[in-house]
C-alpha cells in the first residue's frame, strides 16, 4: 500500500471516530453508554491521526519525494532535524499537527476528572464537531498525501524548505504554539457544554483549569520562542514588531489570562461566571482568527503558512461557525448565569473585573491596529500601516493600570475590603514603585515609556513580595513559623507567584532592551573599526565556509574592551542551492546581562568593505529568563492538586491555609 493511501485511509477512519464522537455526545440521550461510546470514539480518532502524523514524518525522514508535500518542501541533503521539523514547516503539515493536538486534547478531556457523565459528553461531541471539520478541510483542500503527478518530470532531489525555517528556535515554537491554540478548544467545548445544561459553576472551573493553565503555559512558551527565533535569526535587531502574525499568536493569550483569573475566582466564589462563558468563547475564537489570518493570505508574513484565500475561506467558515454559534449560545443561556454572590468593588473580584476590563481594551486595541488596514483597503482601497508607535502608545499605559490592579489584588481579600490591614502596605508599593522608576528613568535618561515599564515591573515584583509576606505571617512571626507558613502554601500559588515574578522580569528585560538599546552602523574594509557602549569591533576578515546544504561566506571579528580582546565574532551570510535563497547569519555574544549583536552585510561596488550594524540589547537575558518563568508558573499550576471543595458548613470566602 502506498504511503498516499496509507495516509489518507488513517485520515478517513479519522473522520469516522469524530462523526461518532460527534453524534455520541451530541445526541439527546442520557446513558453512560453514550458517554463511553463518545470517548471511546475519541481515542481511536486521536490514533488515527497519530498514525497518519507518523507516517508523514516517517515520509519526510526518508525524502520519500512520492508525496507532493515532501518534494516541494524537503531535500535530501538537508540535514535529519531539519526533515523532521520540515513536517510541520508547511500549510497541510502544519494542519496535520493541529489535527493531532486537537485530537490529543479530545482524548484528555475523556478522562478529565470531576466533571459530571453528561457534561462530559456533550464536551467530546462539540470537541468532535472540531475536529470533524478540521478533518474535512485537511482532506478536501489540504491534504499532505497527494501523490506526486505521474506527469511531472522524475524527481531527483525535492525543492528545499525555506532557509528561515531551518532553525532549531522553529523546531519547537510551532508545536508548542500550537498546544496553546489548540488546547483552548478544550475549555470551549466544556464551556458549551456548561451553557447548554445551564451548569456553570464550580464544577466546570475545577475541570477547565488545568486545561486552561497547560494552554495559556504553552502559548506563553509558544510566544517566547518566537520572539526568540526573530530575534537571532531574523537579522533585525529586535524581538518584536507588533506583526500582524505576532499579534494573532498575541490574541488569545490576552483573552485566556483574563480567562484564567475569571475561573479561579468562579472556582473561589463562583462569581462572574457570564465573564467566563463569553471569554472562554473570545479566547478560542482569538485562535481561530489566527490560524486563518496565517493561511489566508489577506496579511503579509515571514510567520505565515500559506497564500490562499481559499482556503482561507473555509476556515474562516470555521471560526464564524464555533464562534458564532457560541455567542449565540451565550446569547439565549447566559442569563441563567447572572446569579452572582455579591461582592464590594473594593475586594478581590473587584481588583479582578478591572483587571479583565483592561485586558479587554488591549485586546481591542490589538485587534483593531492588526485588521483596520484590511478593512480600509477592502472598503476604499487605501493602504495604510499600523505600527509600533500605535500599538507602544496604546499598550505601555494599559501595563501600567494592568500591574496597578495586580499588586491591589494581591493585598486585598476576597468578598469585602476587610479591615484595612491591605492599605499601608498598597500605598507603600504604589508610592515606593512610582517614585522608584521615576528616580531610575530620571538617572538613566530614559522616556515615558521606560517610566511606565519600570514603573510597572516594580508595582508586580513589590505585589509579589507583599503577598508573600502576608502568607508568611510577617512581621510577626519567627522566621521559623514564617517558613512553615510558607511550607504550606499549595503549589497553585506557588505557580502564581513565579508567574507573577516572570511577568515583573520580562517587563523590566523588554523596556530596558527596547528603550535602552544602543545602535551603531558602519561601512568597514579589513582592519578597521566601530565602537559601540565601550567596545570596540574590528573587521579582520573574510572566510568561506559551506555545511551539508548550504554556501556559507563568515566575517572575522574581534572585539575589545579597554584594549583587551574579549571575544571573536563570525556573522555569516549563508546560500542554499536548493532553494536559491539566502540567509543573513548574526553572531551574539553576552555582554553582562544584555547581548551584543553583530550583523554584516555584502554591498554593491564595496569590494573587501562590509555593511556593518552592531546592537547592545541591556538585560534582554531578563526577558527571556522571566517569560521561562511566566511559562512555568503556569505549567506548576495546572499540574498542582485541586483545591478541596468546601463543605455545606463553610462560607465560600472563608479563609485556611495561605493561598
Known amino acids: 500500500m502506498s504511503v498516499s493511501l496509507l495516509g489518507t485511509l488513517l485520515l478517513s477512519l479519522a473522520i469516522l471516530a469524530s462523526l461518532g464522537m460527534s453524534v455520541a455526545g451530541l445526541v439527546p440521550a442520557r446513558s453512560p453508554r453514550m458517554t463511553a461510546l463518545a470517548g471511546t470514539a475519541s481515542m481511536a480518532c486521536f490514533l488515527a491521526i497519530l498514525g497518519a502524523f507518523g507516517i508523514l514524518m516517517s515520509a519526510y525522514a526518508a525524502t520519500d519525494l512520492s508525496l507532493l508535500n515532501v518534494y516541494l518542501n524537503s531535500h535530501s541533503l538537508k540535514p535529519l532535524v531539519y526533515k523532521l521539523t520540515g513536517t510541520w514547516a508547511n500549510h497541510e503539515g502544519s494542519l496535520l499537527l493541529w489535527l493531532l493536538v486537537l485530537a490529543a486534547f479530545g482524548a484528555a478531556m475523556a478522562f478529565a476528572p470531576g466533571k459530571k457523565d453528561e457534561e462530559r459528553r456533550i464536551a467530546l461531541g462539540v470537541q468532535g464537531l472540531l475536529t470533524l471539520s478540521f478533518l474535512l478541510f485537511t482532506l478536501l483542500t489540504s491534504s499532505p498525501f497527494v501523490s506526486y503527478p505521474a506527469n511531472w518530470p522524475t524527481p531527483i532531489d525535492g525543492q528545499g524548505l525555506n532557509p528561515l525555517l531551518q532553525d532549531p528556535g522553529l523546531a519547537i515554537h510551532p508545536p508548542t504554539l500550537y498546544v496553546g491554540y489548540v488546547g483552548l478548544s478544550a475549555v470551549f467545548s466544556f464551556t458549551i457544554a456548561a451553557l447548554v445544561r445551564g451548569e456553570l459553576g464550580r464544577a466546570w472551573a475545577r475541570t477547565v483549569r488545568p486545561f486552561l493553565l497547560f494552554a495559556w503555559a504553552a502559548l506563553t512558551l509558544g510566544i517566547g520562542l518566537g520572539a526568540w527565533w526573530a530575534y537571532y535569526e531574523l537579522g533585525w535587531g529586535g524581538f518584536w514588531f507588533w506583526d500582524p502574525v505576532e499579534n494573532a499568536s498575541l490574541m488569545p493569550w490576552l483573552a485566556a489570562t483574563a480567562l484564567l483569573h475569571c475561573v479561579m475566582v468562579v472556582e473561589r466564589r463562583e462569581v462572574l461566571k457570564p465573564w467566563c462563558a463569553a471569554l472562554a468563547i473570545i479566547a478560542f475564537g482569538a485562535s481561530l482568527l489566527g490560524a486563518f489570518l496565517v493561511r ?241 569591533i574590528e573587521y579582520e576578515t573574510r572566510l568561506a565556509t559551506r555545511g551539508r546544504n548550504y554556501i556559507a561566506e563568515m566575517d572575522r571579528f574581534k572585539v575589545r574592551k579597554d584594549g583587551r580582546a574579549i571575544e571573536t565574532l563570525y556573522p555569516s551570510r549563508r546560500y542554499y542551492p536548493a532553494a536559491d535563497q539566502a540567509t543573513t547569519e548574526v553572531a551574539i555574544v553576552r555582554h553582562g546581562l544584555g547581548n551584543l549583536y553583530l550583523a554584516s552585510a555584502n554591498g554593491q561596488g564595496l569590494g573587501d568593505k562590509r555593511i556593518v550594524r552592531a546592537y547592545v540589547h541591556p538585560l534582554i537575558h531578563v526577558l527571556w529568563g522571566g517569560t521561562i518563568l511566566v511559562a512555568l508558573g503556569g505549567f506548576v499550576a495546572a499540574f498542582a492538586p485541586l483545591r478541596r471543595e468546601p463543605s455545606r458548613a463553610q462560607a465560600p470566602g472563608a479563609q485556611g491555609a495561605p493561598a
Open 296 to 536: 489566508s493570505g489577506i496579511v503579509t508574513s515571514v510567520h505565515a503558512f500559506a497564500n490562499d484565500p481559499e482556503r482561507g475561506v473555509f476556515l474562516l467558515l470555521i471560526s464564524a461557525l464555533f464562534t458564532g454559534g457560541g455567542f449565540i449560545l451565550f446569547a439565549m443561556r447566559g442569563g441563567a448565569l447572572v446569579k452572582d454572590a455579591a461582592f464590594e468593588p473594593v475586594s478581590r473580584e473587584g481588583a479582578l473585573v478591572l483587571n479583565n476590563l483592561l485586558f479587554a481594551v488591549l485586546l481591542f486595541t490589538v485587534f483593531l491596529g492588526t485588521f483596520w488596514p484590511t478593512v480600509m483597503e477592502v472598503s476604499s482601497g487605501t493602504r495604510i500601516s499600523v505600527g509600533p508607535p500605535y500599538y507602544n502608545l496604546m499598550a505601555a499605559p494599559l501595563a501600567l493600570a494592568m500591574a496597578a490592579t495586580l499588586a491591589f489584588g494581591l493585598l486585598i481579600p476576597w468578598k469585602k475590603r476587610g479591615r484595612g490591614a491591605w492599605k499601608k502596605p498598597y500605598a507603600i508599593i504604589l508610592g515606593g514603585g512610582l517614585l522608584g522608576a521615576l528616580v531610575l528613568t530620571f538617572v538613566l535618561k530614559g522616556s515615558a515609556y521606560a517610566y511606565m515599564g519600570f514603573a510597572a515591573a516594580i508595582l508586580i515584583l513589590g505585589g509579589v513580595i507583599a503577598d508573600l509576606a502576608r502568607k508568611a505571617g510577617l512581621p510577626g512571626n519567627a522566621p521559623g513559623a514564617a517558613l512553615q507558613r510558607l511550607g504550606s502554601v499549595r503549589p497553585a500559588s506557588w505557580g502564581a507567584v513565579l508567574s507573577h515574578t516572570g511577568l515583573a522580569l520580562l517587563l523590566l528585560g523588554a523596556t530596558a532592551s527596547s528603550v535602552f538599546q544602543a545602535e551603531t552602523r558602519a561601512v568597514i574594509g579589513p582592519g578597521e573599526s566601530l565602537s559601540i557602549r565601550g567596545l570596540t
